[in-house]
């Protein structure tokens, strides 16, 4: 039997029933399911202010571009990010028409607060912190280095869907927080993500951005009454970075089963744990003591990892790898060197099979076949 790396989890019969109403009321779009999963996304997370957005890219774009023009900051001045994440974090920067300067990674593959510190120039503005996997690694420690440089802290919690810290969900301590539900996270949508801003009036100006700069959206609009309810203005150039009422739907059911799916990642990462820690040859990328992580990805460091994956390849078997170095792709060629650890670590990890068809027995197979051939 073929072991895939992702494998989504639908309750099918239960988001059919969201999307024909939807179909039913012909209400697609904005506003309508938006609404309600946007209310129990701030009640699962405790986390303020949650706004539904058609992906995590998009929030993280409309995060920097609103404290840039909120602050006043220039072209080119500086957000410290990570090489090892999916080069939409890095791309975002970029849109904002901002530097992406690269820290260095520890062996949580998060942020090391050491080179984070080692990096802050006096165009330093911003701090983007990517949870990789679920991990929060030296979060805490990037929290406090924020607050004592007065920089501003945005959370790409891609991977963090259900992550939480001493009880409470990750995020309550950034300036903006963005989730996503792309169709292979633990809360799978087909495509949408959730941005939560601690400043009401961050959030205010967000959904109004995310609707192209309009102050009044569609659904406000039909809803209310008076003879000029039709009736918006338009207040600054925005973008078409709304949610729809479809995902939502979809959202809505995944939600309430984020807790239970995440329980059961959490045992999957046991299990490949007790395997592989026999084994001095491979090395497994642990995550924090005080952190319930979400678990969206198990990985493990070999020097031999690509002959590993054909390995496993023979055998119906497809990992991953998350990420390679993104200061090896051309555009971002300027930084090659400065970050000695996410390159060794992007040639050495792989992603391990993760999601709800996942076995005891899958893992017994995976685990066997990695102890066999790492070297």
């Given at each position: 039997m073929t072991t895939q790396l992702f494998v989504p989890s639908f309750r099918v019969d239960e988001c059919l029933e969201q999307i024909r109403e939807c179909l039913e009321k012909g209400w697609t779009?904005?506003?309508?399911?938006?609404?309600?999963?946007?209310?129990?996304?701030?009640?699962?997370?405790?986390?303020?202010?949650?706004?539904?957005?058609?992906?995590?890219?998009?929030?993280?774009?409309?995060?920097?571009?609103?404290?840039?023009?909120?602050?006043?900051?220039?072209?080119?001045?500086?957000v410290i990010v990570t090489p090892l994440t999916f080069?939409?974090?890095n791309h975002a920067v970029l849109y904002?028409?901002?530097?992406?300067?690269?820290?260095?990674?520890?062996?949580s593959l998060c942020l090391d607060p050491l080179d984070v510190e080692k990096k802050i120039t006096s165009k330093t503005k911003a701090v983007m912190f990517v949870g990789i996997g679920g991990n929060v690694g030296s979060y805490?420690?990037?929290?406090?280095?924020?607050?004592?440089?007065?920089?501003?802290?945005?959370?790409?919690?891609?991977?963090?869907?259900?992550?939480?810290?001493?009880?409470?969900?990750?995020?309550?301590?950034?300036?903006?927080?963005?989730?996503?539900?792309?169709?292979?996270?633990?809360?799978?949508?087909a495509?949408?993500?959730?941005?939560?801003?601690?400043?009401?009036?961050?959030?205010?100006?967000?959904?109004?951005?995310?609707?192209?700069?309009?102050?009044?959206?569609?659904?406000?609009?039909?809803?209310?009454?008076?003879?000029?309810?039709?009736?918006?203005?338009?207040?600054?150039?925005?973008f078409k970075y709304h949610g729809n009422s479809i995902m939502a739907g979809i959202g809505i059911v995944q939600l309430k089963y984020l807790d239970r799916d995440n329980s059961y990642r959490r045992q999957l990462a046991e299990w490949y744990s007790q395997e592989l820690l026999k084994s001095s040859k491979v090395r497994v990328v642990t995550h924090s003591e005080t952190c319930e992580s979400s678990r969206h990805l198990f990985q493990i460091r070999a020097t031999n990892r690509d002959e590993l994956m054909l390995a496993l390849n023979e055998n119906d078997i497809y990992p991953g790898v998350h990420y390679r170095d993104n200061t090896h792709y051309?555009?971002?060629?300027?930084?090659?060197?400065?970050?000695l650890n996410a390159g060794l670590i992007s040639d050495?990890?792989?992603?391990?099979?993760?999601?709800?068809?996942?076995?005891?027995?899958?893992?017994?197979?995976?685990?066997?076949?990695?102890?066999?051939?790492?070297?």
């Open positions: 779009g904005l506003g309508f399911k938006t609404i309600e999963f946007e209310k129990a996304w701030s009640e699962y997370t405790q986390l303020p202010n949650s706004h539904f957005l058609s992906s995590n890219t998009v929030g993280l774009h409309l995060a920097l571009h609103i404290f840039k023009t909120k602050y006043g900051w220039k072209d080119d001045d500086e080069v939409s974090s904002a028409g901002l530097k992406p300067v690269f820290a260095d990674v520890d062996d805490e420690r990037i929290v406090e280095i924020c607050k004592s440089k007065g920089l501003k802290l945005i959370l790409d919690a891609a991977h963090m869907a259900g992550t939480r810290v001493e009880g409470r969900h990750v995020g309550h301590d950034a300036d903006v927080t963005i989730f996503s539900f792309q169709a292979v996270k633990n809360l799978p949508t495509d949408s993500g959730m941005i939560c801003f601690a400043d009401q009036e961050d959030d205010q100006r967000a959904r109004k951005l995310s609707w192209l700069g309009i102050n009044k959206d569609t659904f406000t609009r039909t809803t209310s009454k008076g003879a000029y309810k039709w009736m918006y203005d338009v207040e600054e150039v925005g051309r555009m971002f060629a300027y930084a090659e060197g400065t970050c050495e990890v792989l992603s391990l099979p993760m999601h709800m068809t996942v076995t005891k027995n899958d893992i017994d197979k995976i685990t066997q076949l990695l102890i066999k051939y790492a070297k």
